[in-house]
Nanobody, 115 residues
Framework: VQLVESGGGVVEPGGSLRLSCAAA????????MSWYRQAPGKERELVAT????????NYADSMKDRFTISRDNNKNTVYLQVNSLKPEDTAVYYC?????????WGQGTQVTVSS
């Protein structure tokens, strides 16, 4: 099983990024796929989820305005579009795949928002 995130980097405040997470080794379409983030000195927090059933999306309350999660089941990839980035968005962003007891994590991609 592999989850490989990409697309992170250093971006100025107000900028945008599109993170990608490529999955392999499991039936991607049957898994709820989520993005989490962990800022320095803070706990990991949920950003957004794309459910396997019906493809609905759910966001943490504070993430609804600037974050968009999407998935392409043909490419086994989940995306996170982040707009109007703020310094407080600086964190490692992790991809997660979950189906019952099966719970997979990527290694994370660093996003740094700084001028």
């Amino acid at each position: 099983v592999q989850l490989v995130e990409s697309g992170g980097g250093v971006v100025e405040p107000g900028g945008s990024l599109r993170l990608s997470c490529a999955a392999a080794g499991f039936t991607f379409s049957r898994f709820d796929m989520s993005w989490y983030r962990q800022a320095p000195g803070k706990e990991r927090e949920l950003v957004a989820t794309s459910t396997s059933a019906g493809g609905s999306t759910n966001y943490a309350d504070s993430m609804k305005d600037r974050f968009t999660i999407s998935r392409d089941n043909n490419k086994n990839t989940v995306y996170l579009q982040v707009n109007s980035l703020k310094p407080e968005d600086t964190a490692v962003y992790y991809c997660n795949g979950r189906n019952g007891a099966y719970d997979y994590w990527g290694q994370g991609t660093q996003v740094t928002v700084s001028s």
